[in-house]
């Protein structure tokens, strides 16, 4: 059964931090793409930034480019999100997400999902 938790959410003033954490469990995600997605309230889930298990590859969404960061742990099977100068647009729901394709921002080709996590960013 694999499971993917999210954790980290919270409130957090305008310019602030917040480093989500994605525990990945269930199968040997070996060659997966991980990925964080986010759904603000009245919009459509969004790509957020994504990296393969195996390499350093990475790819972030525009509205997210330089503010924040994905990375893994794989000795903890961990996917985090590292959250800079916050923006209130950045309020959302976060989730994690696992694909077997690689290079892929499609939500559509992501097999497994995590519950999501609120995060929400205040003026």
């Known amino acids: 059964q694999v499971q993917l938790v999210e954790s980290g959410g919270g409130l957090v003033q305008a310019g602030g931090s917040l480093r989500l954490s994605c525990a990945a469990s269930?199968?040997?995600?070996?060659?997966?793409?991980m990925a964080w997605f986010r759904q603000g309230p009245g919009k459509a889930r969004e790509f957020v930034a994504r990296?393969?298990?195996?390499?350093?590859?990475?790819y972030y969404g525009d509205s997210v480019k330089g503010r924040f960061t994905i990375s893994r742990d794989n000795a903890k099977n961990t996917v985090y999100l590292q959250m800079n100068s916050l923006k209130p647009e950045d309020t959302a729901v976060y989730y994690c997400?696992?694909?077997?394709?690689?290079?892929?921002?499609?939500?559509?080709?992501?097999?497994?999902w995590g519950q999501g996590t609120q995060v929400t960013v205040s003026y």
């Open positions: 997400a696992a694909s077997p394709n690689p290079f892929i921002q499609s939500m559509a080709r992501y097999d497994y």
């Open positions: 990296i393969r298990w195996n390499t350093d590859n990475t």
């Open positions: 269930g199968r040997t995600f070996s060659g997966y793409t």
